[in-house]
């Protein structure tokens, strides 16, 4: 099979200046402006490379407009405010959640809706989703873009999507992993030269056997740390729902997807979807050093039951035939089953201190937040 253009230009890169680190590959493969992956295919749904909460069902994007309504009266019902999506892919997930959040027109009247979207395919996508709904959006390229104010926002599968560095236990050291080239020309896996300190690598590590690898998102950590700090400073919620864990851990979770397979991440580069799985401990303390109170995280099956999830599949298939009932309760248990998205995906909040939230238990602090 012929290399992928995006694969001619990370060879000829790697001749000049030598390998590069997991976090550029990532970088190119997802968001290279000719040929990166969310710029140039189209990833969403049965005929795409894989399928997300909201496009599973309706029922995702509902429930959460429900809870950012109920967040936005808990916290006053500022006016106006920002109602952002970062990642929104298709739109479907602020679609859905403007239909319910239409019920309170107060809530409509308030919101200024911004997207926070990289990829100009996906920007277009999201337009004619939203065209005719309630609002219409602007389009950021990162959140230093987004104006002012009390902020409500949304991300679901955004952080799994930005590129990690990984560290590999090598002889005692942790080296960071590196993509180069083989002998006989091909993509490979190496190692560079021992991690500095400031790597960025968490704290309380503990010792590790040769041959474990450990992940840190920057951009993940960078844009937390950047919405935290405005939040506490003007107020508002994030809410990030993805698949991940309480780290620090051990393990390789870089993976990619493909027509809902799972392949080779050193495979097409720019034609395979990439993630790592999220630390959702990184991004609390991250918010936490901000001076956000964090909430959570918790399974997203609990969090979604506990928004009434189940209840509204009762009132939706209440006057519905047997095969849309059926239907509406394989969705939920898509999203809620243990071995399916309901406890992989997590949900976390950030807000300022003293916001109770539905489906959340206290807010937390974190003892390894302050700096040393
Ligand atoms: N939230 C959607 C799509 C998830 S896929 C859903 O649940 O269906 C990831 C999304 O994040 C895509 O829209 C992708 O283009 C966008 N994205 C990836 N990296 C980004 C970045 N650095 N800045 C803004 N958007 C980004």
Known sequence: MTATPLEHR???????DGPMSVFDYMG?????????????????????DFVTAPEVSQMFGEVIGAFLVDAWERLGRPAPFQLVEFGPGRGTLMADLLRVAKRQPAFVAAARLGLVETS?????????????????????????????????????????????RQFVRDHGQWRERRVGLDADGRLAFGLGPAALADAGLPPRLGTADDGAVVEVSPVGVTVMTGLARRIAATGGLLLAIDYGYSGPAFGDTFQAVRSHTSVDVLQRPGEADLTAHVDF????????????????????????????????AGRLGADKDEATRAELVAQVERLVGASEMGSLFKAIAVSRAGLALPGFPPARTFPEAPRP
């Open 10 to 16: 990370i060879k000829a890169l790697i001749r000049l």
């Open 28 to 48: 190119l493969c997802l968001a290279d402006p000719e040929h990166g992956y969310y710029m140039a295919r189209e990833p969403f749904g049965r005929d795409g």
């Open 120 to 164: 100009p395919r996906l920007r277009a996508k999201q337009a004619a989703t939203l065209a005719g709904g309630p609002l219409a959006p602007s389009w950021y390229a990162s959140a230093e873009e987004i104006p002012p104010g009390p902020l409500l926002a949304v991300a679901n599968e955004f952080f799994d999507a930005l590129p990690i």
């Open 281 to 312: 401990t990184a991004l609390a303390i991250a918010a936490a050093r901000a001076g956000a109170a964090v909430h959570g995280p918790v399974e997203q099956g609990d969090f979604l039951l506990a928004l009434g999830l189940a209840e509204r």
